[in-house]
């Protein structure tokens, strides 16, 4: 068995081995509320650097809180508006180096800087979004974009 350095402790887990986390965490659990608390949770203490971890789901046309981590967060939003309205209306992924050029950027933290938004579709219904921020500019890359997509995938997968 391989025993981590001090040097393996301090660095963030790459997405490889986020993606290997999902199936101990969430077990046979199905249901989505608990599923996506504890998925938030586990993104949220894994990378570096962000200060906000959450879902949105779509009910009656508008994106409403789910589960998150950080600080208390704009219930509803809707369809096309800010970040997570516009990669919801769109259905991809939206990377935003720097949420206040962000056309419509709709401020719930005053103190995020840029954001990843990832649309939760399955069999082409849009269920909703897992949104990610951060207080550093430009802190997400296309491996962010890559990363957090398969793990909305797994996600996705092992939930109702």
């Known amino acids: 068995m391989h025993s981590p350095t001090s040097t393996e402790r301090d660095r963030p887990p790459t997405y490889a ?3 290997e986390e999902p199936a101990a965490l969430l077990g046979d659990e199905r249901d989505r509320i608990a599923n996506t608390a504890n998925f938030a949770a586990l993104v949220y203490h894994a990378l570096p650097d962000v200060n906000w971890v959450g879902f949105y789901f779509l009910r009656a046309g508008e994106l409403v809180l789910g589960p998150f981590q950080g600080r ?15 990669a919801a209306a769109r259905r991809a ?15 719930c933290d ?10 939760l579709v399955r ?16 802190r997400f890359t ?13 996600l996705l997968e092992r939930s109702e």
């Open 123 to 138: 069999g082409g219904e849009l269920l909703g979004v897992l949104d990610v921020d951060s207080p550093k500019l430009d």
């Open 72 to 86: 208390p967060a704009c219930i509803r939003i809707p369809l096309g508006k800010g970040v997570c309205g516009a």
């Open 93 to 107: 992924t939206v990377v935003v180096p720097d949420v206040h050029q962000f056309p419509g950027h709709i401020a």
């Open 17 to 19: 081995e986020l993606a």
């Open 142 to 154: 296309d491996e962010d974009r890559v990363g957090l997509e398969r793990l909305a995938r797994i």
């Open 110 to 119: 005053a103190r995020s800087r840029s954001e990843v938004v990832v649309p």
